[in-house]
């Protein structure tokens, strides 16, 4: 199985950037489904983006045009670039990782392997 080692969260102003990086152990990484997902507090877990092995993304609507969301599969890596950062953008933001061969999901219940968070604040 794979373990999800995020990085990266911090506490910028509004329209700040961050990049957020998740780096896969233990599994081949091509073999999953990636994405990511946030939690503010008092709400659920929302997906934010996801990726499949062969690049085919997919963002929420909230976050069109702001972020990104990219992997670099020789280094096991996935990441989130985040620009135009708004308040309410703040939330804990896990990767997640689901097996293949599987459907395109952004349910938080399709995915089996998560990680433990990182923090990110946006400041009006």
């Known amino acids: 199985q794979v373990q999800l080692v995020e990085s990266g969260g911090g506490s910028v102003q509004s329209g700040g950037s961050l990049r957020l990086s998740c780096a896969a152990s233990?599994?081949?990484?091509?073999?999953?489904?990636m994405g990511w997902f946030r939690q503010a507090s008092g709400k659920e877990r929302e997906g934010v983006a996801r990726?499949?092995?062969?690049?085919?993304?997919s963002y929420a609507d909230s976050v069109k045009g702001r972020f990104t969301i990219s992997q670099a599969n020789a280094k096991n890596t996935l990441y989130l670039q985040m620009d135009s950062l708004k308040p309410e953008d703040t939330a804990m933001y896990y990767c997640a990782a689901r097996k293949t061969p599987c459907a395109p999901s952004g349910s938080k219940y399709d995915y089996n392997y998560w990680g433990q968070g990182t923090q990110v604040t946006v400041s009006s």
């Open positions: 233990g599994d081949t990484y091509s073999r999953y489904y």
């Open positions: 990726i499949d092995s062969i690049g085919r993304i």
